[in-house]
């Protein structure tokens, strides 16, 4: 695919010329497939070690903690630091917190306060890598590269992603769920290494020191910016609903595949692996739904779909037959990851049409943490309904308020022009 500009013939064979950016997407690649790894090996430890749902869903809130206290502290800060410097250190943290659950987990004096506590730091660290990695991509590519980067970047991740889901249930089968995710620390140190190796250009660093005065300065800047941008304070507002309907399934899909449908760790690799084949489907299909239907319309109606998906899952347990179990739950899982594919696609792209470059930083930490400071509260909502009711239960429930919540979207002036 190329395109014609000031004479310059430019597509994915341009960046591919492009050495600093290599380093950066092979280190991001590397992450991903450990994280898919860790996908299925993290999870089924952390089910085993709680053996509660609402545990479960207690842990996905302090998951979301640091995002909402750091991220907008993160976003200014790293306007003063070489992004390099601050993602080798959020891999190297998170790759020693990663080793040190998985040789307790070995050992078997893992508890379930040292998940909560482990999962505070780790999410600390992702909370500075997030902006920092969002703020690099513009200081390695020109900008009529950054659409190709940004795309195959997305692509080969969703391949690779797929790739470690495929063998993840093999791998944890050969070493164990602890062989798993030493594999996903293994990948955060490489990444580290190759985030070392990338050469920025033309990064402009605040020079002035960093002080409380300059500080809260920098972040009512990134917040006036994201509020007098409709269209991101929309999708903002949005975030925060529709991440505590996502909940349930967030937190619970591997206690519903083992309790309800009565499978292992390979079901939950079948359903990782046909979700992630619908995301790329959902991505690879986008531009040509964007090209034919106002944007809007994509949004609405996929999300609809994503609800129906949602409260359909339960239906997988009127199957006896545990062959036709599987069909069905990889066909779901496929039709909801396209759905999800579609809308994470034209919200990125909003996200980043939308900003300039040099408020991205900030406008993501302050985005990032508005859109989570609903999940702590929603996951107590959550822990206590598990209580109540079972998980198909709330899979129905959250599903139907997912499809309202969509076709409310339908009169959102702010959400018009996407």
Not at 102 to 108: E, I, Q, V
Not at 153 to 164: A, D, F, K, P
Not at 324 to 337: K, R
């Amino acid at each position: 695919m190329f395109v014609e500009e000031k004479g310059k013939k430019l597509g994915y064979g341009s960046i591919i010329k492009e050495k600093n950016y290599l380093f950066y997407l092979l280190g991001q690649l590397i992450s991903r497939f450990g994280d898919s790894i860790d996908t299925i090996a993290y999870g089924w430890m952390v089910y085993e070690v709680t053996g509660k749902t609402s545990l479960m869903a207690l842990l996905f809130g302090i998951n979301a903690i640091p995002t909402i206290l750091f991220q907008p502290i993160a976003g200014v800060i790293i306007s003063y630091k070489k992004k390099k410097n601050v993602l080798f250190i959020c891999n190297l943290g998170r790759a020693v917190v990663v080793t040190i659950t998985a040789l307790m987990f070995l050992s078997g004096t893992l508890r379930t306060y040292h998940l909560f506590i482990f999962t505070f730091i780790n999410s600390t660290f992702e909370a500075f890598q997030s902006p920092a990695s969002v703020s690099t991509l513009p200081l390695i590519l020109d900008k009529e590269l950054f659409s190709y980067g940004m795309s195959l970047s997305s692509t080969l991740s969703r391949v690779v992603e797929l790739v470690g889901l495929a063998i993840a249930s093999g791998i944890i089968g050969l070493i164990g769920i602890s062989g798993g995710m030493i594999i996903n620390a293994l990948s955060f140190y490489l990444c580290g290494v190759f985030m070392l190796l990338v050469k920025y250009r033309n990064e402009k660093l605040q020079k002035q020191p960093l002080e409380l005065k300059g500080y809260f300065h920098d972040l009512k800047d990134g917040f006036n910016y994201m509020t007098k941008t409709k269209v991101i304070l929309s999708i903002c507002l949005f975030g925060a609903f529709f991440g505590v309907l996502l909940l349930p399934f967030n937190t619970l899909n591997i206690a519903f595949i083992g309790d309800e449908l009565k499978l292992g760790p390979n079901a939950v690799g079948v359903a990782n692996f046909t979700l992630t084949i619908g995301m790329i489907l959902g991505s690879l299909i986008f531009p040509k739904l964007k090209e034919k239907f106002k944007g809007i319309n994509v949004f609405v109606s996929c999300g609809i779909l994503f609800g129906i998906c949602y409260f359909s899952f339960p239906l997988l347990k009127i199957s006896a037959n545990i062959s036709i179990t599987y069909i069905l739950l990889a066909l779901l899982c496929i039709l909801f990851g396209l759905t999800a594919g579609v809308l994470m696609t034209l919200i990125n792209v909003a996200f980043m049409e939308c900003i300039k470059e040099e408020f991205l930083g900030r406008v993501a930490g302050v985005f990032n943490a508005l859109v989570m400071a609903a999940t702590p509260i929603g996951s107590l909502l959550v822990a206590s309904l598990c209580i109540f009711l079972n998980t198909s239960t709330l899979f129905l429930i959250f599903g139907i308020g997912t499809i309202i919540l969509f076709i409310l979207q339908r009169f959102n002036k702010g959400l018009s022009d996407i």
